[in-house]
């Protein structure tokens, strides 16, 4: 995958929801991060919350920890302000996700034990990845209970780094500016 891009995008990559349920592979994720910093020339920055912290500590192990900055316990204004200079934004069904996509922040969303809602689909710049297995949506009770994650662990890398090219290149395409760090 050859980049387009001549300048330093900034990704900001919401990897899981705190009380665990939702979250790719942290492999998956780090492959993500080493891939997109290949691609993109990406700075890559990570939100991680309280409860976050031993999923977030495979993630840098596996990435190498290079080049990546972690976002932790931001006000609501401090996380909006951050969220405006991101160029791009990958992340499972949060209300962080939610607020990038309401943003306009070109975003990658991936669902598995949620159904993405109609709201999402109204939106522009967006790539929604959901496998629909018949165990999706599950509800609460299941999903808490759930060891496979075998929804969202069936988004494969390969999936997530194709809807980032379609939704960078409907950006490009679009005439949007993309944003860029700094």
């Known amino acids: 995958m050859k980049s387009n891009y001549s300048h330093e995008l900034r990704v ?22 080493q891939q997109s910093r290949q691609h993109y020339a990406s700075e890559i920055w990570m939100i991680a919350g309280s409860s976050d912290q031993d999923y977030v500590k495979q993630i840098l192990d596996l990435s190498g920890h290079t080049n990546l900055k972690l976002i932790e316990l931001l006000q609501l204004e401090e996380l909006v302000a951050v969220l405006k200079t991101c160029g791009l934004f990958i992340g499972v069904d949060t209300g962080t996700t939610r607020l990038a996509v309401s943003l306009g922040v070109p975003s990658v969303v991936l669902f598995g034990p949620t159904q993405p809602s109609e709201w999402y689909m109204t939106m522009k710049g967006i790539e929604i990845l959901n496998k629909k297995l018949s165990c999706s949506p599950c509800s609460p009770q299941s999903r ?17 780094l ?10 490009l395409r679009g005439g949007t500016r993309i944003r860029t760090g700094g």
């Open 12 to 33: 900001m990559i919401n990897p899981r929801l705190g009380r665990g349920e939702r979250f790719w592979p942290a492999h998956r994720m780090a492959d993500l991060i």
């Open 144 to 160: 808490c209970s759930c060891r496979t994650r075998q929804c969202l662990a069936d988004i494969s890398l390969e999936d997530v």
């Open 162 to 171: 194709h809807s980032i090219s379609r939704v960078l290149e409907g950006v």
